[in-house]
Every structure is written in C-alpha cells, then in structure tokens.
C-alpha cells in the first residue's frame, strides 16, 4: 500500500489504519493503492499465488482547529467632524485557513467594548469582511475613540480573536475667532507717558483670554 506513511492496514484482517498525524490544511486528499494475494505464505515464492490492485481516495475531514486571523488599519483612523455617514470610517477583515466550504472558516465580527461613545457601529458585508460607520454626525464630537472588535468563526466550539482599533475624528476649522472684550468701536485711552510693554487691555474671545 503506498500510503507516505499517513496510513497502514492490518495483512490479516484488511483494516485500514491512521499511522501518522493528519493536517487537512498540509494535504487534503490521499490516493492509496493497496494490493492483495492469495495464498501468499505457500504460493508467492512458487508463483501459485494470485493477486489484485485496488486503488482508493481518502478525503480528510476539517477539524476546527485554526483561530481567525484580523487586519485592521495600524494606528488611528483619522477622520475630519463632518465626516459623511454614509460612508464607513475604516474596513476590517479576517481569514481563516480551516476549510471555507465550512463554518469552521465563516467569520462574523462584533464590537464587543467601545471606550469613549456608543456612536459607531459594525456591518458585515462578507464573511471575513466587515466596515465601521457612526451612527450620528460626528460635529463637535472630535476626539480618539476606541473600539475592541472580535472576529469568531462558526465552528463548534468556535475560536475567535480581537483587536482594537482607533478612531481619530479632528477638529474641522469652521469658526472664525468671535471677541468677546473689547467691544466693536471700542475706545482705548493710552497715556503719552506710557512705556513700552505696558498692558493697556486684555482682550477676550470664544471665552479664552488673549493680551
């Protein structure tokens, strides 16, 4: 029997055995050609004995035993506080080396935690693939967030894996300094004595103060 030591089988009773360790995902399938005589102890060295050639596939069965492995975007994900919702704010995605014709490689994601706002939100557009989209407008919400994803396969039981991913919303510059002190037209009277560097007024606006 040519087996590449994967496979032996009983000469009396014709049981065919696992003789070695089994990856699916080093070798799937096996031919195997396994021969059989008759009268093989009293008629081999005579030439009496007879014999016949059959050849069988062995297809090795998935066992769930790969974890899914994610990609998400390395550092932040910056984008601006106008930023279109409609529009996702980063893609994620994971693999699975188990075999894809089973659940033992069909990934789902998760938020599991979110550090900072409940804004945003996971949708799967394939297995293995999903996009991060906010649920709101992020106007005036600039600031990092933080969200913890986990990937899991289908598998029983099911291995999963997570990560954190970061999201920078920046300040857009839509508002032009407003002075709060002095008023317009204001009038400020200076003596002519007064020496370089003298404060002659503090001025104020959007509530932090200015000399």
């Not at 050609?33 to 596939?57: C, H, M, T």
């Not at 400020?188 to 370089?196: F, G, K, Q, R, W």
Request: hydrophobic share 35%.
């Amino acid at each position: 029997m040519s087996s590449n030591g994967k496979f032996s089988i009983d000469p009396e009773s014709g049981d065919l055995l696992v003789a070695d360790y089994l990856d699916r995902e080093a070798k799937q399938m096996y031919m195997l050609v396994i021969e059989a005589w008759d009268n093989y102890q009293f008629g081999y060295l005579s030439g009496e004995s007879r014999n016949a050639f059959k050849q069988i596939f062995v297809s090795i069965l998935d066992e769930n035993d790969n974890t899914p492995v994610m990609t998400v975007p390395e550092g932040c994900a910056q984008v601006t506080e106008f930023h279109n919702i409609r529009e996702p704010l980063m893609e994620i995605k994971a693999t699975d080396i188990d075999d894809s014709e089973t659940g033992n490689a069909q990934i789902e994601f998760e938020i599991v935690e979110t550090i900072g706002t409940n804004i945003f939100y996971l949708k799967q557009i394939a297995s293995g693939k999903a996009e991060i989209y906010s649920n709101q407008s992020l106007n005036n919400l600039y600031g990092n967030y933080s969200l913890l994803i986990t990937a899991r396969d289908k598998g029983v039981p099911s291995n999963a894996v997570s990560e954190k991913v970061d999201i920078c919303v920046l300040d857009f510059n839509d508002h032009a300094p407003n002075f709060i002190f002095p008023s317009n037209d204001s009038i400020i009277h200076v003596p002519e004595n007064a020496t370089v560097g003298t404060s002659i007024i503090q001025s104020y606006f959007n509530g932090g103060p200015r000399t």
